[in-house]
């Protein structure tokens, strides 16, 4: 038997963790090691209980969610925890920043149950969450600050391909997408984003999303 992926959830209104609890609770796979409802306790819990994901809300009290993940997984963190972010339309000024701060992944709040278990499973293996809605309107929110002043990407170290498929990974596309799009395979499209990672000395392909905005390369 594999060991269940245990789950933290951090989120200040109570009727919304509860039901987070109880949907992740019930599956065979998941178990939901703890639960509170502001940043800095789920900064201790996260310390004393090492989930292997933490489901973080953005706007709490004491810690907000953005310092918290940045605590949890940002640079220099010995110990990092993956933090799937769940948050609302309302909340895009902050998708650049909780990027930054070290998040895997990102869910609206008023996403179907199946997603939030999809999210939570993919972050754990360590790949990162991108949904394409979520990609195109929140990042996309923030494209004007984070794209360079004069609009020209400067000193990219990649091939023409492998910034045509960075374009397609910040357009929210997953790797079998991307095969369909460049007919490659998706065992090739895999080797480019590796490639990609190393190269630009990126953790994931959240990273590379906001990468590609700061850079220019997309729109």
């Given at each position: 038997?594999t060991?269940?992926?245990r789950?933290?959830?951090?989120?200040d209104?109570?009727?919304?963790r509860?039901?987070?609890?109880?949907?992740?609770?019930?599956?065979p796979?998941?178990?939901?090691v703890?639960?509170?409802?502001?940043?800095?306790?789920?900064?201790d819990?996260?310390?004393?209980?090492?989930?292997?994901?933490?489901v973080?809300?953005?706007?709490m009290?004491?810690?907000?969610?953005?310092?918290?993940?940045?605590?949890?997984?940002g640079?220099?963190?010995?110990r990092?925890?993956k933090?799937?972010?769940?948050?609302?339309?309302?909340?895009?000024?902050?998708?650049?920043?909780?990027?930054?701060?070290?998040?895997?992944?990102?869910?609206?709040?008023?996403?179907?149950p199946?997603?939030?278990?999809?999210g939570?499973?993919?972050?754990?293996?360590?790949?990162a969450?991108?949904?394409?809605?979520v990609t195109?309107?929140?990042?996309?929110?923030?494209?004007?600050?984070?794209?360079?002043?004069?609009?020209?990407?400067?000193?990219?170290?990649?091939?023409?391909?492998?910034?045509?498929?960075?374009?397609l990974?910040?357009?929210?596309?997953?790797?079998?997408?991307?095969?369909?799009?460049?007919?490659?395979?998706?065992?090739?499209?895999k080797?480019?984003?590796?490639?990609i990672?190393?190269?630009?000395?990126l953790?994931?392909?959240?990273?590379?999303?906001?990468y590609?905005?700061?850079?220019?390369?997309?729109?």
């Amino acid at each position: 038997m594999t060991e269940s992926i245990r789950v933290l959830v951090c989120d200040d209104q109570v009727l919304v963790r509860t039901g987070l609890v109880t949907i992740i609770d019930a599956q065979p796979d998941l178990e939901v090691v703890g639960e509170c409802g502001d940043g800095q306790t789920a900064v201790d819990l996260a310390g004393r209980l090492r989930p292997d994901v933490v489901v973080m809300d953005v706007r709490m009290p004491v810690l907000d969610g953005i310092e918290a993940t940045r605590l949890l997984a940002g640079a220099g963190v010995p110990r990092p925890v993956k933090v799937l972010v769940v948050t609302t339309f309302n909340l895009d000024k902050y998708v650049y920043e909780a990027l930054r701060a070290g998040a895997s992944g990102f869910l609206l709040k008023d996403a179907p149950p199946s997603q939030l278990l999809h999210g939570i499973r993919t972050v754990a293996t360590g790949a990162a969450l991108l949904d394409p809605e979520v990609t195109r309107q929140l990042v996309g929110t923030c494209a004007a600050r984070i794209r360079p002043p004069d609009g020209t990407p400067h000193n990219i170290p990649l091939t023409p391909r492998e910034l045509e498929v960075l374009r397609l990974i910040a357009d929210g596309l997953s790797n079998s997408e991307i095969a369909g799009a460049l007919v490659i395979s998706q065992e090739t499209v895999k080797t480019f984003v590796s490639r990609i990672l190393t190269k630009l000395g990126l953790r994931d392909r959240v990273q590379a999303v906001v990468y590609a905005y700061r850079q220019g390369l997309v729109t």
